[in-house]
């Protein structure tokens, strides 16, 4: 297999990790009213059909994978609760390996159900909480005082994590402002502290990906909306960068960048996706 064939890399793809909103449904502000795009619920068929291992993973943190998963099924997807992941599936993952045991959240149970369920010690933004990790996530709840605690956590020493650094996402009509962003940037600011993300477009979204997909990362293919998460991660791990139009990207978006930062594929939606794997599959 030629490396520089994007097609015959897409036909030895051992894996897939689609984005969710604005590659496989839309919904609104809020997450709500999902809604599946054209080819979504046929594409996931198709892969689980032939029997390639794959995940959703979306940098939302509303609600807990698996409850993401529920919601899936409800309007036609055929996903199974492990296929779904969130900032907070790759956040268990990182944070064990710093060896971190009591984490602030600033965020729902999207984000503290998962970590409290993989042992650890999740505590609330509150005025003298000790805490060795800080996560931001989605938090449209976010107060003063939660800033003030999360700040003193970091001035003892806690390390700043981010579930994205990406500042919108694609909804039905145009696009959302995220918080994780707005929120780690103020403590930031304040404490001068650094921020490690979690979700995408980091290294360790696309391990933790991998890892639940039994594959390296250079043999799978990432397929996404956005132009600053699908594809970079996609070319941190040596993965194929397959770009759709139907959310914050179109084709234009890469027409500036450099060769080495334009996804490998670019199709309307995963409906030609869905069309071009037909195609090399012969059916």
């Given at each position: 297999?030629?490396?520089?064939?994007?097609?015959?890399?897409?036909?030895?793809?051992r894996?897939?990790?689609?984005?969710?909103?604005?590659?496989?449904?839309?919904?609104?502000?809020?997450?709500?009213?999902?809604?599946?795009l054209?080819?979504?619920?046929?594409?996931?068929?198709?892969?689980?059909?032939?029997?390639?291992p794959?995940?959703?993973?979306?940098?939302?943190?509303?609600?807990?994978?698996?409850?993401?998963?529920?919601?899936?099924?409800?309007?036609?997807?055929?996903?199974?609760?492990?296929?779904?992941?969130?900032?907070?599936?790759?956040?268990?993952?990182?944070?064990?390996?710093?060896?971190?045991?009591?984490?602030?959240?600033?965020?729902?149970?999207?984000?503290?159900?998962?970590?409290a369920?993989?042992?650890?010690?999740?505590?609330?933004?509150?005025?003298?909480?000790?805490?060795?990790?800080?996560?931001?996530?989605?938090?449209?709840?976010?107060?003063?005082?939660?800033?003030?605690?999360?700040?003193h956590?970091?001035?003892?020493?806690?390390?700043?994590?981010?579930?994205?650094?990406?500042?919108?996402?694609?909804?039905?009509?145009?696009r959302?402002?995220?918080?994780?962003?707005?929120?780690?940037?103020?403590?930031?600011?304040?404490?001068?502290?650094?921020?490690?993300?979690?979700?995408?477009?980091?290294?360790?979204?696309?391990?933790?990906?991998?890892?639940?997909?039994?594959?390296?990362?250079?043999?799978?293919?990432?397929?996404?909306?956005?132009?600053?998460?699908?594809?970079?991660?996609?070319?941190?791990?040596?993965?194929?960068?397959?770009?759709?139009?139907?959310?914050?990207?179109?084709?234009?978006?890469?027409?500036?960048?450099?060769?080495?930062?334009?996804?490998?594929?670019?199709?309307?939606?995963?409906?030609?996706?869905?069309?071009?794997?037909?195609?090399?599959?012969?059916?």
């Amino acid at each position: 297999m030629r490396v520089d064939d994007p097609l015959a890399r897409l036909r030895h793809a051992r894996g897939f990790v689609f984005d969710m909103d604005g590659t496989l449904v839309l919904g609104d502000r809020g997450g709500r009213g999902l809604r599946p795009l054209p080819g979504a619920v046929e594409i996931i068929s198709w892969v689980a059909g032939r029997g390639l291992p794959f995940v959703v993973f979306t940098n939302g943190t509303t609600r807990t994978p698996a409850r993401l998963a529920g919601i899936m099924r409800e309007i036609g997807f055929g996903l199974p609760d492990e296929a779904m992941m969130t900032p907070a599936s790759s956040a268990v993952r990182v944070l064990r390996r710093a060896g971190h045991e009591r984490v602030m959240v600033l965020g729902g149970p999207g984000l503290t159900s998962p970590l409290a369920e993989a042992g650890f010690e999740v505590v609330p933004p509150a005025a003298g909480t000790a805490a060795d990790a800080v996560l931001a996530g989605w938090f449209p709840e976010f107060t003063m005082p939660a800033l003030e605690a999360a700040c003193h956590a970091v001035w003892d020493g806690a390390t700043l994590y981010s579930a994205s650094q990406t500042p919108f996402f694609a909804v039905d009509g145009g696009r959302a402002l995220g918080t994780s962003r707005a929120i780690s940037a103020m403590i930031r600011s304040l404490t001068g502290c650094a921020v490690r993300v979690v979700g995408k477009p980091s290294l360790d979204a696309l391990r933790s990906a991998a890892d639940r997909l039994g594959a390296s990362p250079a043999r799978l293919a990432v397929v996404g909306d956005d132009p600053q998460l699908e594809v970079p991660m996609a070319h941190r791990g040596r993965s194929l960068a397959i770009a759709v139009q139907t959310g914050l990207g179109s084709a234009a978006s890469y027409d500036a960048l450099p060769v080495s930062r334009r996804p490998h594929l670019c199709v309307r939606g995963v409906d030609e996706l869905l069309e071009m794997l037909g195609g090399a599959d012969g059916g």
